[in-house]
């Protein structure tokens, strides 16, 4: 695994539904998610307020791999659950790979083809926030 110094990533998989049910994510993947809710449930951070829609997520690793080996990692980990992903997709859930990518300078990140397929294949979006 290469180290990468040009940015800080993280790489989150991400499932948000009107009418998501977490318990349903967590059954079809077969995973633990670091964080979930349904629609209407209080926000812990914000008492007072409700989500407006469900949502499931669990976390990557938190090393300091470049944002392309991140997402292989998630690739590797889901790899088999096309279905899954399938029948969320149908519900109108989205499913996604939630990318932050954090620098101080210019700074570049792409997404080989193979990956790219690979993304598509198990019915996934990426998304990538940018912060600099």
Excluded at 21 to 26: G, L, N
Excluded at 55 to 78: A, N, T, V, Y
Excluded at 83 to 91: I, P, Q, T
Aim: net charge negative.
């Amino acid at each position: 695994m290469e180290h990468c110094d040009e940015y800080v990533a993280s790489a989150t998989l991400m499932i948000l539904g009107d009418d998501l049910d977490p318990s349903k994510v967590t059954q079809w993947l077969g995973m633990q998610p670091s964080k979930s809710w349904r629609a209407g449930e209080e926000k812990m951070l914000a008492p007072g307020r409700f989500y407006d829609w469900g949502g499931w997520k669990c976390f990557g690793d938190k090393s300091d791999h470049p944002l392309e080996e991140k997402i292989e990692s998630w690739l590797i980990r889901l790899e088999g659950r096309e279905e899954e992903f399938r029948k969320m997709n149908d519900l109108g859930w989205r499913c996604s790979i939630d990318c932050f990518l954090a620098f101080d300078s210019g700074t570049s990140m792409s997404i080989n083809p193979d990956l790219s397929r690979r993304i598509s294949e198990l019915g996934l979006t990426i998304d990538i926030c940018l912060n600099n």
